[in-house]
């Protein structure tokens, strides 16, 4: 597969982009905002878009061409400001549903947060975060896309221990954002992801052996 | 019908339960957030119950109870922050209306902005107020009521003319709040505004006139 990575300069994002890149099995294409961004990503050999996820949804459309799925990893994490968090992380993500569709890229994997699927679960220190990931993700639920939507608890910079727990429901947790990458990684096509929704944190499965309980 | 009006004590709302009270078809309950604000409906005989669009989704239907239409008309207009904006155009919207289909309250009038439904007219120095509008729209016309969403143009404190324009698409234009609250009015039992969305700014028809012609 060719895989777009929205938000391929954050920190899942780069991680991403690397098991992306070194392997054999997909192609990857970044997708960031700044020329500079581009630049320093084609020199690495990574091919690389700029698009502007507060644009239309056109620039996203021809982001999209020739990909087989889309990664949604944007975002702010809740600690921009929440005019952002409405343009990019709820109207943004949802713009690139949109195109998604419109081209026929039909795999899609979100990246939300721990239990954003129910309100009465919202970290209440960044509420309005939770609201726009929640109606985010109704949106990719609600869509024809062939989506997993992966809510992972807090994200560490530790190294990855690759043994996660994925479930519908869990209590809060952490991981490191290595680990959310290899999930990332590892539902591309893993069929049992298709049309799903989890909470991941730490904990004791491999990663193969979790998503294929979920 | 019995309507309960969400923002009672909003602009809009004030004049809305104006109309209601003094008219032989419907009764009203407005619905605040401060005891206080409840007390002033009291001293005026309005019935008036006390919840928070932040809260849970169970309070608005303790609210909702016996009624048999529901006005959203909350909101801050675009100037509050967007973490508020977040919580209160959108998801307190949507809570609303998750409360009405829970209790049964089948009718829903939704005020919105004018073409918060294109994102390529959205007010650029609102965009974020916009988004949430856009957003809370999507889930009302989503939901099993029977919506009316009002999509006014920018709002006056102006007497009103009872001279309005309703359409799909209109361009830019102004309106005073007493007409808004007199098309809400006028839309409850008009059954060629149900599942109807549409832009509202003044202009040279009679209300019923203009409604009847969405």
New interface residues.
Partial sequence: MKVLVVGANGQIGQKLIELLQNSSKHEVRAMVRKEEQAAAFKEKDVDAVIADLEG??NQLKDALYGCDAVVFTAGSGGHT???K???ID??GA??TVEAAEQVGVKRFIMVSALQANN??NWNNSI??YY??K??ADR?VE?SSLIYTIIRPGGLLNDAGTGKIEAGEKLERGTIPREDVAAVIYESLDTARAFHRSFDLITGEKSISEALNAI
Same sequence: chains 1, 2.
């Fill in positions: 239309g949804v400001g929440a005019d968090t409405l343009l709820l109207d949802v713009k309100r009465e509420r309005p609201a726009a929640h109606y949106a609600q």
